[in-house]
């Protein structure tokens, strides 16, 4: 297929999949038309990758669905300039989105191959403006925290007590948690003045947060 085609599959699953169930945020239409998800999956799956579904990735993992990945950038209040650290960073391709939005991106990836795949991808692609860190990221990157915007793309049994302490006042934190593997809800936890909100914005399915405050 040419680019001209995948942009043409990309403007579809705008259209159909994100604007139609009301996601609105110009930022992140936007980086949603521009970011070319074909090419954050393997070469035999790029046909599918503007599909409505997740993708497997490799290693048991998967690239999240289109509307997840919009839903949750939404859910962010994204804003130029912000930071915001990534906890599984997976294909890269939500690291990706953030990073068009303007944003600095820190992101944390526990599979040695998947960090090392999506160092390059992001490097060839032109996304500088992102760091990717091979860790447990349950434990939050303490060097360069607080983070303006901390967003979770795999399912936790809680949430992770360092996360919560790496948020910035004021601060957002999206996250999928749930008591069971394969049923998590997805938590906007917004932090001002030293407070908690948690809001809960229905039934999601992430693969598993494994690490020392996950599985
Ligand atoms: N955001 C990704 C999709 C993530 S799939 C994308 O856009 O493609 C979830 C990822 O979280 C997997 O790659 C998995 O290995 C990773 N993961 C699970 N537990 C983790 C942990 N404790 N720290 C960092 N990454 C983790």
């Known amino acids: 297929m040419a680019v001209s085609d995948f942009r043409r599959l990309r403007e579809k699953m705008v259209k159909e999949q994100i604007e139609a169930r009301g996601i609105k945020n110009p930022l992140v239409l936007q980086a949603m038309r521009k970011v070319p998800r074909h090419l954050f999956v393997d070469e035999a799956l790029q046909v599918q990758a503007y599909n409505d579904h997740p993708l497997p990735i490799?290693?048991?993992?998967?690239?999240?669905?289109?509307?997840?990945?919009?839903?949750?950038?939404?859910?962010?209040?994204?804003?130029?300039g912000l930071s915001v650290l990534e906890i599984g960073t997976g294909s890269g391709y939500q690291a990706a989105v953030l990073a068009e939005m303007g944003m600095k991106v820190y992101t944390v990836e526990r599979i040695k191959n998947l960090y090392l795949q999506v160092s390059k991808r992001l490097r060839t692609l032109g996304y500088y403006n992102v760091k990717v860190k091979l860790d447990?990221?349950?434990?939050?990157?303490?060097?360069?925290?607080?983070?303006?915007?901390?967003?979770?793309?795999?399912?936790?049994?809680?949430?992770p007590e360092p996360l919560l302490e790496q948020l910035a006042?004021?601060?957002?934190?999206?996250?999928?948690?749930?008591?069971?593997?394969?049923?998590?809800?997805?938590?906007?936890?917004?932090?001002?003045?030293?407070?908690?909100?948690?809001?809960?914005?229905g039934k999601v399915m992430f693969v598993d947060l494994v690490g020392k405050y996950g599985w």
């Open 58 to 80: 490799g290693y048991g993992q998967t690239i999240s669905q289109p509307y997840i990945v919009a839903l949750m950038s939404e859910l962010l209040e994204p804003e130029p």
């Open 169 to 201: 006042d004021p601060g957002i934190l999206v996250i999928p948690v749930g008591e069971n593997k394969r049923n998590q809800e997805l938590l906007k936890i917004t932090k001002t003045e030293g407070t908690l909100k948690k809001e809960n914005l």
């Open 136 to 159: 447990d990221g349950t434990l939050g990157w303490p060097e360069n925290a607080p983070f303006e915007r901390i967003i979770v793309t795999a399912g936790a049994p809680l949430v």
